[in-house]
């Protein structure tokens, strides 16, 4: 398991979240040249990106606030698409790995449970890394996490594993 946190650490810059009652969810990461940057994702949708100043990190030197369809715009330019590349990319630097998205349709027993409950790991001993939801991407979720309806999770084990993980997941 830990060259799986190696893996998705070489993928995933580390990010910080902050829940803010009544808002949604604050994001933060620090780039390689020392900037502060953030995520705010209201309830509905909308997001703000941050710009923090250099001398103060809980000050903005600039808000901006995107649509849904402009932040999945601006994911497009910043290469959202070069992850999904470099976990394929990844397959053929660890020999025996199988990558694959599985979309949790309405009818999968998984919905409104939680990864633990849904036990995936443990019967097939393939690994959920990362659940889309909408707009949203939740990397390195816990078993706390309740699955949804249309989450789309990403799956990383060996190839039988994957295979036995996506009959759990798609029933």
Not at 131 to 150: A, D, F, K, N, Q
């Amino acid at each position: 398991m830990e060259w799986l946190i190696k893996l998705v650490q070489n993928v995933f810059v580390e990010i910080f979240e902050t829940p803010l009652p009544g808002i949604g969810i604050r994001y933060e990461f620090d780039t390689q040249a020392g900037k502060h940057l953030g995520v705010l994702v209201h309830r509905d949708g909308q997001r703000d990106v941050l710009v923090y100043c250099d001398d103060d990190i809980d000050s903005c030197n600039e808000t901006v606030r995107l649509s849904t369809s402009e932040s999945a715009s601006l994911v497009e330019l910043l290469g959202g698409t070069k992850i999904t590349e470099r976990l394929s990319d990844l397959k053929h630097e660890v020999q025996g790995l199988s990558i694959e998205w599985v979309s949790l349709e309405p009818s999968s027993f998984l919905v409104n449970k939680t990864i633990g409950e849904g036990r995936v790991r443990t019967e097939s001993g393939a690994s959920i890394v990362a659940v889309v939801r909408g707009t949203e991407s939740i990397p390195g979720p816990g078993p706390e996490l309740v699955l949804l309806s249309g989450d789309t999770l990403l799956v990383i084990g060996s190839q039988d594993g994957v295979i036995r993980a996506r009959r759990i997941i798609t029933g």
